[in-house]
């Protein structure tokens, strides 16, 4: 089978939206909305409000202006969460450049011995390689000029400044376990060792990327779910996950909460997204895996 449907003017989207069901008041307003986002960007916002899949109808009283909200409100939490990824991330690098360094030596990261599974530290290399031959920074080209016969890379402090963070998070997770200075990483970030960190960055760098391409975070599925704390600290306690949860938002935003009391403990994030929320009563955070009570767990308070 081909696909075979025709492209379709402004008329034609909106004469779509209101086949399938959708309350359009603006005819005007809808077509300047729909010329500067995407029709299938903006549509998705309205699939869980759909009365029937196959047929893509919508539920009867869906209003054009509901998917505008909900876009304009993810677009707020996407900004915000991208902040937040970026405080972690740069905390992270200079943690694990910091920790690692001093406790083996500046390319510790170039030792097979250190790491649990060779093929993967091998490929972790390959990437590593690949990201310092397109870098244009300004210390990865001085450092090329002034040790052209080095055959080592540049050191950690330089290697690991430019490599991604789902790079970092391999390489973190491939860490013997038994490795000086590992667990000394999670415990900076009140995190208990081995059993958690590796998997946290996994789920933030997926976070990060949704964000980084202007993709849909509310309702979104996070398929790299992180793993909670059985018995956090106290004041880091945030009730149990609903099974049902497990791979919406809030795990994760639990998370970058959780991490923030190291990286950036004035920044207030329950109060920004009670905020957000407040600004966009239509939005039902339960979409995004939030209990009802969440704010009132002291890892929120």
């Known amino acids: 089978m081909q696909y075979i449907k025709p492209a379709r003017t402004l008329d034609g989207q909106v004469a779509l939206l209101r086949e399938r069901g959708l309350t359009i008041d603006d005819e005007d307003e809808a077509k300047r909305q729909l010329a500067n986002i995407n029709y299938y960007r903006l549509a998705s916002y309205l699939v869980p409000l759909q009365a029937d899949k196959e047929t893509r109808t919508y539920k009867v009283g869906t209003c054009f202006e509901t998917a505008l909200e909900l876009y304009r409100f993810d677009q707020q939490l996407r900004v915000m969460v991208f902040d937040l990824i970026e ?42 390689s690949g990201e310092l031959e397109r870098s244009h920074e300004d210390f990865i080209k001085s450092h090329r000029h002034r040790y052209p016969k080095d055959g080592r890379l540049p050191p950690v402090w330089k290697t690991l400044e430019i490599v991604t963070l789902g790079t970092l998070s391999r390489l973190y997770g491939n860490l013997r376990q038994d490795l000086a200075g590992r667990d000394e990483i999670a415990a900076y970030y009140l995190v208990p060792p081995r059993q958690y960190f590796s998997g946290w960055l996994q789920s933030l760098t997926q976070v990060r990327n949704i964000c980084a391409h202007h993709a849909r975070l509310w309702n979104r599925v996070i398929t790299a779910a992180p793993k909670h704390i059985k018995r956090p600290q106290p004041h880091l306690s945030y009730g149990r996950i609903r099974p049902d949860t497990l791979h919406k938002l809030y795990p994760a935003l639990c998370v970058i909460n959780h991490l923030l009391f190291t990286v950036a403990p004035d920044f207030g994030l329950s109060t920004r997204l009670a905020d957000l929320f407040a600004q966009h009563p239509n939005v039902d955070p339960a979409a995004m895996g939030f209990p009802i009570e969440w704010r009132e767990h002291p890892l929120w308070q």
Request: aromatic share 14%; charged share 20%; net charge neutral.
């Open 87 to 128: 405080r972690i991330e740069v905390s992270v690098r200079t943690r694990f450049i910091y920790t690692m360094s001093l406790n083996h030596s500046p390319w510790w990261f170039e030792d097979a011995t250190l790491f649990t599974n060779a093929l993967d530290h091998a490929k972790s290399l390959v990437t590593i």
